[in-house]
């Protein structure tokens, strides 16, 4: 049974079964879902389930409807959807799509070892760099050491782990982040980027690395399976150095398209 999980700045409000084939969502006490905002409309959006599937349509509100960060009109909502009403998420869960979830984590999410853990090290190494030179850039701020991140030294790591625990304390003062499957079979799988460094892609096709360093979130090129095979961002080949990634930017990683949303 699919279901609407609602929520403000992080924290969870309310959750509504989709029992019914409407839901009309807004600020006035008639709607199925109830938000009390002024950043909402009277009638702000409508959501109609029809067998087993889900479509949002706005009801042409004043601040529009967003679904995972794109203003829609309407969108057909799929498994980890999030849709902003003003200043509230209502995040579209459906457990009849969950169950491929693992396995796309087991074909896309890597877990290094051997030969690739040097090259993952070094993608690192890369993701480390970038971030000091935007630290560089910038006004001081404290690093992990304790030192100014514009005159510390690059942290060289050797392996993954000791990737993870070195970074453990800047990457908790940054907002959590997630990708979320645009195209394939997986289109609306989401991966939470809870770990310093996750590896991503097909060895042998095309693999990746998005490190999480004190300075936000770096994609790095690892390997693939021809020369000069860079993941790309908005279209763009990253080339051999880490990029810094923003908000709604779309990654293209072994034929994979997947968009980067900052909770």
């Known amino acids: 049974m699919a279901r609407l999980i609602l929520s403000l700045d992080g924290q969870t409000l309310a959750e509504y079964n989709m029992t019914k084939e409407r839901y009309t969502v807004g600020r006035l006490p008639d709607n199925d879902i109830r938000i009390d905002n002024a ?4 009638h702000h959006s409508l959501i109609i389930n029809i067998l087993n599937d889900s479509f949002l349509e706005d009801l042409n509100s004043t601040n529009g409807t967003y679904a995972n960060g794109k203003l829609i009109k309407k969108h057909a909502l799929q498994h980890g959807d999030v849709i902003t009403v003003g200043h509230h998420q209502l995040r579209y869960v459906d457990e009849a799509q969950q169950a ?26 890369a993701a480390e760099v970038a971030a000091v030179k935007d630290a560089a850039a910038g006004a001081p701020r404290a690093s992990i050491d304790g030192t100014s991140a514009r005159l510390r030294r690059p942290f ?10 070195a970074v453990a304390t800047a990457a908790t003062l940054l907002p959590l982040a997630k990708l979320q499957v645009l195209s394939g079979t997986f289109a609306g799988r989401e991966l939470e980027l809870t770990k310093a460094l996750t590896t991503l892609g ?6 990746a690395a998005i490190t999480r360093r004190a300075e936000g979130y770096y994609i790095v090129h ?15 080949a990253i080339g051999p150095q880490a990029r810094k990634l923003q908000d709604n930017d779309v990654i293209q990683l072994a034929g994979v398209k997947m968009g980067f949303f900052i909770n």
């Open 202 to 207: 097909r060895p042998g096709v095309q693999v």
């Open 39 to 42: 950043a909402v409309s009277g």
């Open 156 to 165: 060289v790591p050797t392996r993954t782990q000791e990737i993870d625990q």
């Open 222 to 236: 690892v390997e693939s399976g021809k020369a000069d095979g860079f993941p790309q961002v908005n279209g763009m």
């Open 100 to 125: 491929p979830e693992d396995e796309f984590e087991k074909t896309m999410v890597i877990q290094p070892s051997g030969q690739m853990e040097k090259q993952v090290a070094k993608a690192a190494r």
